[in-house]
């Protein structure tokens, strides 16, 4: 579950975005 809680469902502390994405926003520099 915890695979699907971190890469599926957006987080609304994170600006409605996964945390995977979020990640990714940070190391892309954005």
Do not use: I, V
């Amino acid at each position: 579950w915890r695979m699907e809680y971190n890469h599926l469902r957006p987080h609304s502390s994170l600006g409605n975005l996964t945390p995977e994405e979020y990640a990714a926003k940070l190391a892309g520099g954005y």
